[in-house]
């Protein structure tokens, strides 16, 4: 069964294929197959082409025209493509239609996310999440994706002898998911007597978009060697590390990165990583200051939290990181046109968060070069110090102790 799992798509050319909507503009539309060619990179596979249509809704049938069905068919033959990627999930319906049309592998966004978490996932704990997606993905796909659906013979142990294979293979999945659902919940209850074995520290959650720096935020403030890389969800598995600031220890965890569209199937089988979140003090939101719409990414993290913690609300630090990739545009003079994000500068931009943040601090810095960590180590301290008096109040006269000593230092 694992060669139906995993899509060998690595080391292939692809088409990248979205929709122009009234829910999606031309511009975003455009920056969104931007993130599908660097999700594509990061499973090994080459976009070298796109193609856009607009349209009121996707059709039921093709999710594009047949016009344009029948371009990218053209395109296909002329220039050798094996793979073409759709920016959305596409139906059942959708899937088997377009295959038929077109004659080569057709990936949505949704089924290239899995793919990516399968090849990603290192622990068996991952393995298992993953693989639970994915079958919960397949399940209602089978039709579109098995080729050999002859008659079987009856014989012991068969439904009997009319089952045809893909009522088979229905059944086989369907146990499949069982088994990986009880594996699942043994997992489940051997991290929750982990969580409860580390006592009352305080914890600490990075969260945010992928590929924002998490992992290598982390290695600063815990000393330590988790693996980072230029590349969506590069990481997977929480980590969770002791670190201590001053006097002051807690555990900081780093969480997967969230995505637009993730995959539901994705958020239903992590529910146990991402229970470091709901159980976290405090979560520290990384965001990539020099990405052009990181206002959208913020949205995207804030929508995905809402999803996970439900109506709890958590205290934040809004970290702003990659301060040393940012750049802008300065307009001219006689440039009458409005602003925009690229005709912002740094500190014009700091101004701005600050002073809209009355609910939340932030802090701007780069992991990569260390500008601004003491100042994020110092808000850190404050905000720990306060969660931890409020547990362990007879710890008050340790915290003045230190502090009266770093004062006369």
Known sequence: MKDFIITDIGSEKAFLVGLITQG???AEVSEYLDELAFLADTAGVTA???????LEHPQPA???????????????????????????????????????????????RTRLILDIFASRAQTAHAKVQVELALYNYMLPRLTGLWT????QRGGVGMRGPGETQLETDR?????????LKEQLKAIDRQMNV?????????RVALVGYTNVGKST????????????????????????????????????????GFIRKLPTQLIESFKSTLDEVREADLLVHVVDVSHPSFEEQIEVVNSTLREILGDEEKPVILVFNKVDAFTYTPKAEDDLTPITRENISLEELQKTWMNHASQTDVRFVSAKTGDGINELKSLFYDRIKTIHMSRFPYNDFLFETYEHLNEEE
Do not use: C, W, Y
């Open 148 to 151: 050999h659906l002859e008659r």
């Open 62 to 108: 093709t999710f594009v025209g047949k016009g344009k069905l029948q371009e990218i068919k053209e395109a296909i033959e002329d220039e050798e493509v094996g793979v073409v990627i759709f920016d959305d999930e596409l139906s059942p319906k959708q899937l088997r239609n377009i295959e038929n049309e077109l004659k080569v592998k057709i990936l949505d």
């Open 24 to 26: 999606q503009s031309e």
């Open 194 to 202: 982990q969580r409860q074995n580390r006592g009352k520290m305080v």
């Open 171 to 179: 059944r086989i999945i369907l146990d499949k998911i069982a088994r």
């Open 48 to 54: 070298v082409r796109r193609f856009t249509q607009k």
């Open 217 to 256: 935020m982390m290695n600063l403030l815990s000393k330590s060697e988790v693996f980072a890389e230029n590349k969506l969800f590069a990481t997977l598995d929480t980590t969770v590390r002791k670190v201590i600031i001053h006097n002051l220890p807690f555990l900081l965890s780093d969480t997967v």
